[in-house]
């Protein structure tokens, strides 16, 4: 995805129709998201308009030469919903959400989440297996430290560690002249 | 405090920030680390963690209409708000601090206007479907293909797979639809090289009991000898516990 074809530098400029192709094309990514964070819980919905209200509001701050479209609106999806459970504090009520769909996420935001998944998973593949699993119980199954300490028998210290590490390996490699192309 | 500890202090709480809440006190020494070290990098941990994220997570799910529709209320109401670039990137974060200018107020009233006459969304050239894709890769020489039946049960899946692109396709019919709340099927791929089998993504399956996705394996496969699938909880699991539905193995010949 060029500069040219991002929505948030639209919707910064103030295009009218911006707003409405972010909630087209990331519309499932933050709805995904939302899910993973907070699982079945009635709050999911609030949580998706939340996340695009900041996304809205932060749209001048996305930088095409530091990451992806995709990535960037996951790191605001993210920061919202961490500090929605901080919030919340608490495992989300089960609750029925409506499933009808509008349609397949569009095809340039698929391929954009496909290369970005690329190449962080080429630097999780570089990273031991040990690494690896607590990475991903940290980032993608969202435990605390002191959860995958307790699941992995890692002390906490080590699992700060493992996770630090393997963040500061994808961020050099983001870093490295990887945004848009 | 040393600066280089002050330093190593502030990674330390960025990395922590990037994967779970703060207490208060660290959000609080966190902002004052940041206010010693203007130049400090305060997104690039998160923007790795979303990296992660999207390596991680599968395939977008549709968002529900109704959703949508409330989204689209919702920025009729609100305009967005056009942040400089030169503010602090800390400023806006994990609150609703953000000071409304006037001129936000103004635009607010030309969104309320515009909105009744927005355009239809931009529909871009569609690109190529997983089937598609597929069809590519199995006219791709690395590639080869592993099946699995169970006379039983009625499954039957095909895995495309090529380890030269770490790149595949699975096809499965027969599978019982799940609730994705409840339960996700999940792709494992044998490999020797690994202690456990690699993870080759979590999927849903529709109605018919069929689903076609993109195999999706965060860590690099050196040789695949085979493919699992088990039924694991939303998300999946690192390592799976439970019994395997269907096991694919390489054709022969």
Known sequence: MTVTECVLPRIAAGDPAAVTDCIARYGGLVWALARRFLGNSPDVEDAVQDVFIELWKNAARFDPVRSSEATYITMIARRRLIDRKRKAGRAPAQQALPDEPVGPPQGRVRIEVEEEAAKAAAVLGELRDDEQRVIRMAVYEGLTHEEIAAATGFPVGTVKTHIRRGLIRVRERLSAGEGVK | ?253
Not at chain 2, 86 to 95: D, Y
Not at chain 2, 177 to 188: A, F, I, M, V
Not at chain 2, 189 to 210: N, R, W
Not at chain 2, 212 to 223: D, G
């Open chain 2, 1 to 253: 405090m040393t600066p280089d500890r002050s330093r190593d202090r502030l990674e330390e709480l960025l990395a922590t920030e990037a994967t779970q809440p703060l207490t208060p006190a660290e959000e609080s020494e966190l902002d004052a680390l940041l206010a010693a070290h203007p130049g400090a990098d305060a997104d690039g941990f998160e923007l790795a963690a979303a990296a992660i994220h999207l390596a991680l997570a599968g395939s977008p799910e549709p968002l529900p209409t109704a959703l949508a529709e409330k989204l689209h209320r919702a920025a009729a109401k609100a305009a967005p708000l056009a942040a400089t670039q030169t503010a602090p990137p800390r400023v806006a974060r994990r609150t609703d601090r953000v000071a409304w200018s006037g001129w936000a107020v103004a635009a607010v009233l030309a969104w309320l206007l515009l909105y009744t006459n927005w355009p239809k969304p931009v529909q871009p050239v569609p690109d190529p479907t997983f089937a598609q894709q597929r069809e590519v890769l199995l006219r791709d020489r690395s590639a080869k293909t592993a099946r699995g039946e169970d006379a039983k049960t009625g499954i039957s899946a095909t895995v495309v797979w090529s380890t030269a692109k770490q790149e595949g396709f699975l096809e499965v019919r027969g599978l019982p639809p799940n609730d994705p709340t409840k339960e996700q099927y999940q792709l494992w791929i044998a490999d020797p090289s690994q202690k456990h089998p690699v993870d080759g993504g979590v999927f849903d399956v529709q109605a018919d009991g069929s689903v076609l996705v993109r195999v999706r394996n965060p860590i690099r496969v050196k040789e695949a000898t085979g493919f699992v699938i088990t039924k694991e909880v939303p998300g999946g699991v690192v390592v799976s516990a439970g019994p395997p539905l269907l096991v694919l193995n390489p054709k022969q010949g």
